[in-house]
């Protein structure tokens, strides 16, 4: 515990003397829209801006370890978009099994790594106006994805660098978040009625270059985001919340995408393709490979399998260290932006609402569900430059095709679906299936979402394991369903950590269910 505190203090006396002379007066400038002119919120005092620099380089961790254990080796193997290096066979998380404690702890580690700067950034604003809604839009959009990794997490209770406090159930983090991001879209709002061509944190935002009013569409949209997982268990505040986020405004163009320019390398290119350390899933290649999707060859590398274009691993394979070496990388690249949300998501989203009956901007009937779902599909073509979509929308007849293992036929398996592309009407399931299944090939890269997409809604279907977990409790799951709490947390903050236990409803294994799988 001293030596964290000792980190975290470490981390902040640095912001402190490197900023100090440039966080006097920094309240007067983020107070409300009725307190600030236009020449305040440029002045030089926001050279604060680093610790907003800090927080966008912490939603998807920039550093290299945090990207790997919080993204690569979590959600993009549950969400069935990449399987690990064969060289942690036995010992990696398709297995429900790691090669240390480190790829349990580091993903809660990145608590340490976001709260100084958020911290500095609340006392500077005394935690009002909007450069505080700004962090706390950030801080919904890193701890959003912590919670779904892990369920209860330490967040309301977290107002200074001690990280040992008691942790929030998820149901109460999920409403928190909710709140949060309605009263920071509303302060955002205010400032870019008074100020629409205002941009003073353009130096600081890797994202939106300081556009306030983008930042807005974000904020919304992620709330839709965040209330469409709750639905299977507060439909009636999901709707709510859903429907308010659409009457803000949300995200409806490629040109508001939600990505993050790293300052140095785009870590997804480093562990893909320099490191060599995953692979892309059999699970995508199936259904891309299929439907003959022209994106494939925007998201894989071709195999070196001799007359195989596109070659995908099983979780849990038996592949050699020779034959894992042939099949697809991601086609990523070193300067690439990392995705956080995408309109095409937003239009998956209005899709799953408008067949359930909530009002999405469009109207509610099944024609109009369809109207979002084919616009979801277009969207991602045009996001990935894959040519006109209209042939692929009208297919009625691919399917997801059967997995042929190149490497000798070892493990080939059958589909685990047939459903097809074009929109039936008459069918909700069926359609709600398309939709989810359209949904996931569109978040490419962002493995995270997908896994959260399969355990709210069970779709698509995924292969199961080549080989069985070593633990019998494991043996009905494709994928976890959380990660456990980090080891450290039962040596350095023991009883908050066995409270956390109580509240989720189960082990604290890969098995229990978050608060929101209730479908």
């Not at 790997?68 to 549950?78: A, I, R, S």
């Not at 069935?80 to 998380?93: A, C, E, L, Q």
């Not at 009013?213 to 985001?225: G, P, T, V, Y």
Request: aromatic share 14%; glycine share 8%.
């Amino acid at each position: 515990m001293k030596q964290l505190s000792k980190i975290i203090w470490g981390i902040l006396l640095i912001g402190v003397f490197s900023f100090a002379s440039c966080t006097h007066n920094f309240e007067e400038i983020n107070a409300p829209k009725d307190q600030a002119s236009e020449d305040d919120m440029n002045g030089d005092n926001y050279r604060t801006g680093a610790f907003y620099l800090k927080l966008q380089g912490q939603v998807i961790p920039e550093s290299s370890g945090g990207y790997q254990h919080c993204e690569n080796l979590t959600g993009d193997v549950w969400g069935r978009f990449m399987m690990s290096n064969v060289k942690w066979k036995g010992k990696n998380f398709s297995e429900f099994s790691y090669d240390h404690v480190g790829w349990i702890d580091n993903p809660f580690n990145e608590l340490a790594n976001f709260y100084p700067s958020f911290n500095e950034i609340r006392k500077s604003t005394n935690g009002e106006g909007v450069n505080y809604a700004w962090a706390k839009i950030l801080r919904v959009a890193a701890m959003h994805r912590l919670t779904d990794l892990y369920g209860p997490l330490p967040y309301s209770q977290v107002e200074s660098s001690n990280l040992y406090v008691g942790y929030d159930s998820q149901e109460s983090i999920y409403k928190t978040m909710l709140q949060e991001l309605t009263e920071a879209a509303e302060e955002l709002s205010k400032y870019v009625e008074q100020y629409p061509q205002a941009t003073p944190m353009k130096a600081y935002d890797r994202v939106y270059s300081g556009d306030y009013a983008k930042w807005m569409r974000f904020a919304n949209s992620l709330k839709l985001r965040i209330a469409m997982r709750m639905r299977f268990v507060e439909p009636t505040l999901a709707k709510e919340m859903a429907e308010d986020a659409i009457k803000r405004g949300v995200i409806t163009s490629n040109e508001d995408n939600a990505a993050y320019q790293p300052a140095g390398t785009n870590n997804f290119w480093l562990i893909a393709q320099s490191w060599g350390d995953c692979r892309v899933a059999a699970d995508l290649i199936s259904y891309m490979g299929g439907y003959n999707d022209p994106r494939q060859s925007k998201y894989f590398d071709r195999s070196g399998f001799e007359n195989v274009t596109y070659a995908g691993l099983r979780s849990a394979t038996n592949a050699s260290d020779d034959a894992y070496g042939k099949y697809s990388k991601a086609l990523v690249y070193q300067n690439d932006k990392i995705i956080w949300l995408t309109a095409a998501e937003v239009a998956f989203l209005r899709a799953e609402g408008t067949l359930i009956g909530w009002d999405m901007g469009g109207g509610t009937s099944e024609e109009n569900a369809q109207a979002f779902y084919e616009e979801g599909i277009n969207l991602s073509f045009a996001q990935w430059g894959a040519g006109s979509a209209t042939s692929y929308i009208n297919d009625d007849t691919s399917q997801p095709k059967d997995y042929i293992d190149p490497n000798n036929g070892a493990e080939n398996a059958n589909a685990g679906s047939s459903i097809t592309i074009k929109w039936e009407n008459g069918n909700k399931e069926k359609n709600f299936e398309r939709i989810i299944t359209q949904k996931w090939i569109a978040l490419w890269p962002i493995g995270h979402e997908g896994w959260c997409e399969y355990r709210r809604t069970g779709y698509p279907y995924f292969f199961p394991l080549v080989r069985p977990a070593s633990d019998n409790k494991y043996n009905n799951l494709k994928v976890a369903n959380r990660l456990p709490f980090a080891t450290t947390e039962y040596f350095n903050n023991p009883d908050n950590v066995k409270a956390a236990v109580s509240l989720l409803g189960g082990e604290d294994d890969f098995a229990t269910k978050m608060w929101w799988q209730k479908k």
